[in-house]
């Protein structure tokens, strides 16, 4: 498939950026952040978002979807990184409703994700439990429980999780930590008792949670796949989460990139514009050169979740690892080129460098990504 949107998608691309730039820029997530606003995101633009049908764009028509794919998405997800948008596209879509509609029985399907995709319901997985990613290291225990499952862990870093009314619980049901048999996966509504969130604001202005589950009975229907065999479930979520989360960071990039080149046409100094200094020309053109290359590797790994292509775990970590370094050259080079101004509050660009890093840890940094690839590949 050639690696270049088709007018259609390039004009849901061109719709998407007008309309987040139009109603949720840069300066919205500023306010968001001062407010203190108790969601972390604008639940009306929200209700648009859904009224434009981006949420469930992958989505089959059964379920409420419009039976597009990836690729609309990742348009979607591209436009809204450009201006920053805290928005449950990720935590809510991506990741739990890829999990629903991958490993749930009908009677799930039918039920959850045509509330997802109307916007009346947030799910979040909550997988994590230390500082790094380790989706084997599993010590939430899950022990049959009568006709169900009691759970017992704590996770982090669970995305949006403080504003979720349900969750995708990554448990232990046999093995030992850091097997891969033996992990399954659960929904859990919040309104269980014995159930814990705490919100954690992000340097980046976004939202995790930490959530505890205290002997938190849940019946046998909320399996989410197999039992015991969840992990290739939760590793096919993961590529998914992947691959959207480098679309988000494409768009967020782009956006640095260019505001860098803006700055560079306007900044003078010694009664000279700096971008006729041909030192930052030619770093200028590296960061051009890398983020043509992350472009093609985050659209062929769209293209990878929709053909359903059996690499898509490879092209998952390529496009990580790429837009990863990506990220990091071109956020750096931005702060670098802006100067001390770059550092400041006032300055948006240092929004984007806090965004780049939060990005590049989320479900696994290039570290964890390159080794994957080399294990992928028999190394």
Same mark, same amino acid.
């Given at each position: 498939?050639?690696?270049?949107?088709?007018?259609?998608?390039?004009?849901?691309?061109?719709?998407?950026?007008?309309?987040?730039? %139009?109603?949720?820029?840069?300066?919205?997530?500023?306010? !968001?952040?001062?407010?203190?606003?108790?969601?972390?995101?604008?639940?009306?633009?929200?209700?648009?978002?859904?009224?434009?049908?981006?949420?469930?764009?992958?989505?089959?028509?059964?379920?409420?979807?419009?039976?597009?794919?990836?690729?609309?998405?990742?348009? /979607?997800?591209?436009?809204?990184?450009?201006?920053?948008?805290?928005?449950?596209?990720?935590?809510?879509?991506?990741?739990?409703?890829?999990?629903?509609?991958?490993?749930?029985?009908?009677?799930?399907?039918?039920?959850?994700?045509?509330?997802?995709?109307?916007?009346?319901?947030? #799910?979040?997985?909550?997988?994590?439990?230390?500082?790094?990613?380790?989706?084997?290291?599993?010590?939430?225990?899950?022990?049959?429980?009568?006709?169900?499952?009691?759970?017992?862990? %704590?996770? #982090?870093? /669970?995305?949006?999780?403080?504003?979720?009314?349900?969750?995708?619980?990554?448990?232990?049901?046999?093995?030992?930590?850091?097997?891969?048999?033996?992990?399954?996966?659960?929904?859990?509504?919040?309104?269980?008792?014995?159930?814990? #969130?705490?919100?954690?604001?992000?340097?980046?202005?976004?939202?995790?949670?930490?959530?505890?589950?205290?002997?938190?009975?849940?019946?046998?229907?909320?399996?989410?796949?197999? !039992?015991?065999?969840?992990?290739?479930?939760?590793?096919?979520?993961?590529?998914?989460?992947? +691959?959207?989360?480098?679309?988000?960071?494409?768009?967020?990039?782009?956006?640095?990139?260019?505001?860098?080149?803006?700055?560079?046409?306007?900044?003078?100094?010694?009664?000279?514009?700096?971008?006729?200094?041909?030192?930052?020309?030619?770093?200028?053109?590296?960061?051009?050169?890398? +983020?043509?290359?992350?472009?093609?590797?985050?659209?062929?790994?769209?293209?990878? +979740?929709?053909?359903?292509?059996?690499?898509?775990?490879?092209?998952?970590?390529?496009?990580?690892?790429?837009?990863?370094?990506?990220?990091?050259? /071109?956020?750096?080079?931005? +702060?670098?080129?802006?100067?001390?101004?770059?550092?400041?509050?006032?300055?948006?660009?240092?929004?984007?460098?806090?965004?780049?890093?939060?990005?590049?840890? !989320?479900?696994?940094?290039?570290?964890?990504?390159?080794?994957?690839?080399?294990?992928?590949?028999?190394?």
């Amino acid at each position: 498939m050639p690696l270049v949107l088709n007018e259609e998608q390039n004009l849901l691309k061109s719709i998407a950026e007008d309309f987040f730039l %139009k109603r949720s820029p840069v300066s919205a997530l500023r306010a !968001l952040r001062d407010d203190r606003d108790v969601d972390g995101f604008s639940r009306p633009l929200w209700q648009e978002i859904v009224a434009m049908g981006w949420p469930s764009a992958f989505l089959p028509e059964v379920y409420g979807g419009l039976d597009c794919g990836f690729v609309e998405l990742g348009a /979607v997800l591209e436009a809204s990184g450009r201006t920053l948008v805290a928005s449950p596209l990720i935590s809510s879509v991506v990741l739990s409703a890829s999990g629903i509609l991958l490993g749930g029985t009908e009677t799930q399907k039918s039920f959850l994700l045509p509330r997802i995709a109307s916007g009346d319901l947030l #799910v979040s997985l909550a997988l994590e439990e230390g500082p790094h990613h380790s989706p084997s290291a599993i010590a939430t225990i899950a022990t049959p429980d009568n006709d169900g499952y009691r759970i017992s862990g %704590k996770k #982090v870093h /669970v995305i949006d999780g403080h504003v979720a009314d349900q969750f995708i619980v990554v448990a232990r049901t046999e093995g030992k930590h850091g097997d891969e048999q033996g992990i399954s996966l659960f929904i859990v509504n919040r309104a269980q008792p014995g159930f814990s #969130v705490t919100r954690r604001m992000m340097v980046d202005s976004r939202n995790m949670a930490e959530v505890e589950l205290q002997d938190i009975v849940v019946p046998a229907e909320n399996l989410l796949g197999e !039992l015991h065999g969840g992990y290739g479930l939760l590793t096919n979520i993961l590529d998914r989460g992947n +691959i959207a989360l480098s679309a988000e960071m494409l768009g967020s990039l782009r956006a640095a990139f260019d505001r860098t080149l803006d700055y560079l046409k306007q900044r003078e100094q010694f009664g000279e514009l700096i971008g006729t200094f041909q030192a930052l020309q030619h770093r200028a053109a590296r960061m051009f050169c890398e +983020i043509e290359l992350a472009k093609s590797v985050v659209l062929k790994a769209l293209q990878a +979740i929709d053909e359903d292509a059996d690499n898509l775990s490879l092209l998952a970590s390529l496009a990580k690892v790429q837009i990863a370094e990506t990220s990091r050259l /071109v956020s750096d080079e931005a +702060i670098q080129m802006f100067g001390g101004i770059g550092m400041t509050d006032e300055e948006e660009i240092g929004f984007y460098l806090k965004r780049a890093r939060v990005a590049q840890q !989320l479900l696994g940094d290039e570290h964890y990504h390159v080794q994957r690839y080399a294990n992928l590949r028999g190394y």
